[in-house]
Every structure is written in structure tokens, then in C-alpha cells.
T-cell receptor, first 114, second 112 residues
Framework: NAGVMQNPRHLVRRRGQEARLRCSPM?????VYWYRQLPEEGLKFMVY????????ESGMPKERFSAEFPKEGPSILRIQQVVRGDSAAYFC????????????FGAGTRLSVL | TQLLEQSPQFLSIQEGENLTVYCNSS?????LQWYRQEPGEGPVLLVT?????EVKKLKRLTFQFGDARKDSSLHITAAQTGDTGLYLC????????????FGTGTRLQVTL
């Protein structure tokens, strides 16, 4: 079952450290999306990427957050100098080119900032 | 501003009962998805509806997309304990690229 794979599942960081979250899309999917789910809140869109391109980053915080989807390898969501407010579940989804609305989600990475 | 409002927020019923969850918006959606999310896991796609008035059935689950494509409902017949979970609607607002807007969620608990 080659679904959307995210790692790590759990990540603990101290304030000021960097967090790197990885996402491998489903086989054959070239579109990747990152969403954040804060405690007791709904899922919020962060960024949409295709291979080597950021298509829509309207949901990304202006500072400390970046995302990439290189030609080879997984998509990476990077959070620099983490703060306690970054603690959340980060979900990656992927879709095929022909049906971008049909997004399949990974199990998520739960980031805890101490 | 929450684009998609779900109701009820919480629902606790006994096995065998029927229930309906609603997803409402003032925006028009080009498509709408329903997901179910278990604790500690990611949302699992249940269905996608794209045409106004569309009805889709998935075993005991019936999904309907409103004629104006602004609302949707999920009806579960004869609920089972395995239906317990968080139900999320998510839509693509017409004219946007591919970012899903998620509803507020309905937490369903089915007990024996």
C-alpha cells in the first residue's frame, strides 16, 4: 500500500531548533500539499507544490517556514527557530495531475516544541 | 472567517441509530470532499462530489451535494461503533487553485 508517507511521525524540538518534516507522495502523484492542524482547530492549508515549484504558499507564515519539493526525493517542510506555537500536527497530502481536488493524506507528523 | 460550518459539532448516539451531519457555506465549491479522521491519524477520503444535486452512496453512508454547490450532507444509516470518528468536509472554492478549505468537523461517537 504505497500511500502518502510522512516521517517522522513524532518530532520533539526545543525552542530555537529547526524542524524538518518529510513527505513522500503516493506513486504517480506529482502534486503535494501541506496542512497544519493546531490543537482543537481544523486543518488549515499551508502550501501547494509541484516538482521543483511552489504553486501557492498563501497559507505559509511569512517567517521561519519554508517548503520544497525537489526533482528527486521527498517534499520537505522546514521550520526554523521553532517556538511553542508551532506545536501541531502537520499533514501532507498528494494528488494526481488530473484530479487536484482528490487529495490523499499521510498520517501526519506531530511536532512538540518544548 | 470559517468558510465551512459543520453541524452538529458533537454527536453521541447508540448503535443502530441514524444520523445526519451537515456542511454549510455561503461560498460556491467546485467540488466537496468528506473525510474521516481517527485520533493520531490523517484524514481518510470517503467521497468526492462535484455536481450540484449529486448523491453518492457508500454502503451505509449517503452523501449529497446541494443544488447550488454551497452545502453538503452525510447521512449514516444504522450506525455502528466502527463509525466513531471525526468527520470533516472539505471543499475547493470555485476559482481557487487546489487548496482545500476544511470544515469545523463533527465528532461522532457510537456506543453499544
Amino acid at each position: 500500500n504505497a500511500g502518502v508517507m510522512q516521517n517522522p511521525r513524532h518530532l520533539v524540538r526545543r525552542r530555537g531548533q529547526e524542524a524538518r518534516l518529510r513527505c513522500s507522495p503516493m506513486k504517480g502523484h506529482s502534486h503535494v500539499y501541506w496542512y497544519r492542524q493546531l490543537p482543537e482547530e481544523g486543518l488549515k492549508f499551508m502550501v501547494y507544490l509541484q516538482k521543483e515549484n511552489i504553486i501557492d504558499e498563501s497559507g505559509m507564515p511569512k517567517e521561519r517556514f519554508s517548503a520544497e519539493f525537489p526533482k528527486e526525493g521527498p517534499s520537505i517542510l522546514r521550520i526554523q527557530q521553532v517556538v511553542r506555537g508551532d506545536s501541531a500536527a502537520y499533514f501532507c497530502a498528494s494528488s494526481p495531475q488530473w484530479a487536484k481536488n482528490i487529495q490523499y493524506f499521510g498520517a501526519g507528523t506531530r511536532l512538540s516544541v518544548l | 472567517t470559517q468558510l465551512l460550518e459543520q453541524s452538529p459539532q458533537f454527536l453521541s448516539i447508540q448503535e443502530g441509530e441514524n444520523l445526519t451531519v451537515y456542511c454549510n457555506s455561503s461560498s460556491v465549491f467546485s467540488s466537496l470532499q468528506w473525510y474521516r479522521q481517527e485520533p493520531g491519524e490523517g484524514p481518510v477520503l470517503l467521497v468526492t462530489v462535484v455536481t450540484g444535486g449529486e448523491v453518492k452512496k457508500l454502503k451505509r453512508l449517503t452523501f449529497q451535494f446541494g443544488d447550488a454547490r454551497k452545502d453538503s450532507s452525510l447521512h449514516i444509516t444504522a450506525a455502528q461503533t466502527g463509525d466513531t470518528g471525526l468527520y470533516l468536509c472539505a471543499g475547493l472554492v470555485t476559482g481557487t487553485a487546489s487548496k482545500l478549505t476544511f470544515g469545523t468537523g463533527t465528532r461522532l461517537q457510537v456506543t453499544l
